[in-house]
Each structure stands twice: as structure tokens, then as C-alpha cells.
């Protein structure tokens, strides 16, 4: 069965340290792929997308995520984190195949601390 | 301004009484779907509907109706609530061409309690 992995429930990090936010998915087939962002008592947002072309893609507020098809992964990262990146993070995957469906990982709770 | 409106943001029920949690679009997408968010397992499709008067079940439908009449509109409902369907309901719409592909947009969220 397809899965969206996100192994770490939780990631505590202090103000201007970069971060690194897992995911990995069950199948190699044509996939795209998605970061949305939830913060406190909203809904999500599209961080950011894979759809095909350059396998390291960007946001408008410093993350970016990569792309590696041979380890079925898509880690979201950020060179250096605010307070304001405090949030639930989840991974979500679109597989091309007949079913086009779009499953949601569990997501990661970024602490980003002072 | 283009949003997806829920309501709900809060409801308290008890275990049998039935509740609707109705959710609206303004930006004329096809696509709708109802999701629960519970602590360790992410997001989980209840329904979908691809267009009026066409809806599906998505992974954990039990319990769950819905009905498309109007494009803009895709109420949730709950017949007979029970605890185990104490959970944050999310709401969202996309275009349906290329619209999974582009994005998702996302209600508030109604969180229900139900005792």
C-alpha cells in the first residue's frame, strides 16, 4: 500500500540553527510531491512542490526541499530557523498512477526555541 | 478574497445527535474534500466529490455523509456521532484540472468534541 513516512513526531531547535525534516514514501513510480505548513489554529498551506525539472525546489521563506527518487525521499530543510517557523509540517504525495490520489505523512512539529 | 469557509470552529456534542459542519468555497473548484486530523496520523481523506452531485469515499468514510448539490458547498455530516469521532475536521477544495497538482486550500478547521 502506498504511505507517506514522517518519522520524527517532533523536532526541537534553537533560533538560526538549520533543520532538516524527514520524508520518505513507500513506492518509486512517478510521484509528485508536497510540503504544506500548519501554523496554530490554521489550516494548511502549500510550502512548497515537486512536480518534475530541478529536484531541489525552493520557498519564498527559505526552505527548500530535495528531491532523490533512489531513496524515495523529499527532506524539507532550512539553513537557519526563526521563531516563527514553529509550526506542523507535512509531507503529501500524489502517485501518477490510476488511483492519482494524495496521501498526507503524519506530520513533524517544529519548536523552534530562542 | 479567495478562502474556504467552515463552520463550526468549535462543537461539543454528545454521543447520537446528529450534526452537519458545513464548508463553502468561493473560487468555483470542482474538487472538495473532508479530512480528520488526529495526533500521530496526519491527515486522513473522509470524503471527496470531483464535482456536483459526484462524491467518493476516501479512506475512513464510516461513521460520515456527505452530499454536493451546489458547487460551493460541501457539508459533512455525522448521523450518529460517536467519541471516536472526536477529531479536527479540515475542509479543502482544489481546481480540478491540474488541481491536486497545484494546490489545496485549506478551511480553519472545526474541532468536535463529542462526549
Known amino acids: 500500500a502506498q504511505s507517506v513516512t514522517q518519522l520524527d513526531s517532533q523536532v526541537p531547535v534553537f533560533e538560526e540553527a538549520p533543520v532538516e525534516l524527514r520524508c520518505n514514501y513507500s513506492?518509486?513510480?512517478?510521484?509528485?510531491l508536497f510540503w504544506y505548513v500548519q501554523y496554530p489554529n490554521q489550516g494548511l498551506q502549500l510550502l512548497l512542490k515537486y512536480l518534475s525539472g530541478s529536484t531541489l525546489v525552493e520557498s519564498i521563506n527559505g526552505f527548500e526541499a530535495e528531491f532523490n527518487k533512489s531513496q524515495t525521499s523529499f527532506h524539507l530543510r532550512k539553513p537557519s530557523v526563526h521563531i516563527s517557523d514553529t509550526a506542523e509540517y507535512f509531507c503529501?504525495?500524489?502517485?501518477?498512477?490510476?488511483?492519482?490520489?494524495?496521501?498526507f505523512g503524519s506530520g513533524t512539529r517544529l519548536l523552534v526555541r530562542p | 478574497e479567495a478562502q474556504v469557509t467552515q463552520n463550526p470552529r468549535y462543537l461539543i456534542t454528545v454521543t447520537g445527535k446528529k450534526l452537519t459542519v458545513t464548508c463553502s468555497q468561493n473560487?468555483?473548484?470542482?474538487?472538495m474534500s473532508w479530512y480528520r486530523q488526529d495526533p500521530g496520523l496526519g491527515l486522513r481523506q473522509i470524503y471527496y466529490?470531483?464535482?456536483?452531485?459526484?462524491?467518493d469515499k476516501g479512506d475512513v468514510p464510516e461513521g460520515y455523509k456527505v452530499s454536493r448539490k451546489e458547487k460551493r458547498n460541501f457539508p459533512l455530516i455525522l448521523e450518529s456521532p460517536s467519541p471516536n469521532q472526536t477529531s479536527l475536521y479540515f475542509c479543502?477544495?482544489?481546481?480540478?484540472?491540474?488541481?491536486?497538482?497545484?494546490?489545496?486550500?485549506f478551511g480553519s478547521g472545526t474541532q468536535l468534541s463529542v462526549l
Open positions: 479543502a477544495s482544489s481546481l480540478l484540472f491540474r488541481g491536486l497538482s497545484e494546490k489545496l486550500f
Open positions: 513506492s518509486s513510480v512517478s510521484v509528485y
Open positions: 503529501a504525495v500524489i502517485w501518477m498512477d490510476s488511483s492519482y490520489k494524495l496521501i
Open positions: 466529490s470531483m464535482n456536483v452531485e459526484v462524491t
Open positions: 473560487m468555483n473548484h470542482e474538487y
